[in-house]
């Protein structure tokens, strides 16, 4: 964190000490989240939390900051929504404005197959508890007056899904508020500290704590919150982890007129788009076909995400691009997280996240902090644990997942 932003938020700075009741690698959202829960919910306050860079310095701070609930199978649809439900309050419960936005999300549909797909997922969000609405062409196109409903001639607008709970947050204030709240409670955040590798029992059936580059630190509970290098951690306790990672490339441009209110993608055409508070108009799509661990971007998604933005939204012909990122996607093979205990004694997990984890932040940190905090698999993400794969019971989401 640089010095302007010190003097703005109040952290307090520890060195490190020898022993903890829980140790999280990883200063990101999940793994911030967790240890404010740890701290709030359950009075465990001897955490430490380690980042090899800085406090949302990995894809909490890459990411395009989409919190919806609007998923296609019962019990991602009672995560999310539980995550979103916190995500309400959490300015009020943390005291601090995150600039959080209630935007809605609209989905646009481009044949009659779209739209019949679209009923059946729009009534069992409502059913579930997140009131989503089937639009007609005309009220998408009052809702959204900047769309070309002939989709350039070749892609025409049929209608639209409206998930109503869809909204926006600041990225860097949401870490920063979780960060501050587990840290006026005790909690240990250490940056700028590399884990190195796990101690582990002499069987390496327990885990016993971490190595760094600031000395050994020990623990009988350890959380990895680290998104995209999590099959590294894995290696380290012995643990195979069903984790491909996936660069996820994002741009935004130069300011526009702030009237954009809803977020809007396209399934078909593989593009999302909403409006920053400062006006920018902030474009995302699907992950890098090609696994791997570099933060390049590059021309070639630009092109394509950008086109197919303009075909549906002409006024982006005349915007420019200001700026562009990547992020480390950490893919699980059923396009859903992976929470809680693993076959390790005491290491903890949450990953799988793809490009869904920033909308996930508030309801995996108070799932897995429960999980540690009691040893058994909180209710909610029972459905996500590790064990699925064994099991054979995969929880196949990939119609979720937005742009795949």
Known sequence: MNEFQERKVKLKWHEPKKNYDVIIIGGGGHGLAA??????RHGITNVAVIERKYIGGGNSGRNTTIIRADYGIPEAMAFYK?????????EQETDRWMMFKPKGMLRLMHSEANMQS?????HTNTVFGSPTDILSAAEVSKMVPEIDMTG???????????HHAGATARHDRVNWGLAEGANKHGVHIHQRTAVTDLIMSADGSKINGVRTDKGDMYADQVLCAVGGHVTSIGNMAGLRLPIRTHPLQAFVTNHYERKFEPIVASLLLHFYISQTARGEMLMGAHVDRQ????????YDFIQHCAHHAMT?????????????????????????PVMGLTPVEGLHITTGWGTWGFKAIPASGESVAETIATGKQ???IKPFGLDRFAKDRTMGDLGSTGTH
């Open 35 to 40: 240890a404010y829960y740890l701290a709030t």
């Open 82 to 90: 539980r995550s979103v439900d916190l995500y309400y309050q959490l």
């Open 118 to 122: 679209a009923i059946k997922r729009a």
């Open 152 to 162: 350039g001639g070749k892609y025409p607008v049929v209608g639209g899904f409206l």
């Open 291 to 298: 696994p791997a661990y570099n933060y390049r971007a590059g």
């Open 312 to 336: 549906i939204l002409p006024f982006l012909r005349k915007m420019r691009v200001l700026r562009q990122w990547t992020g480390l996607c950490d893919m699980s093979p059923d396009a859903s």
């Open 378 to 380: 909180a209710e909610l």
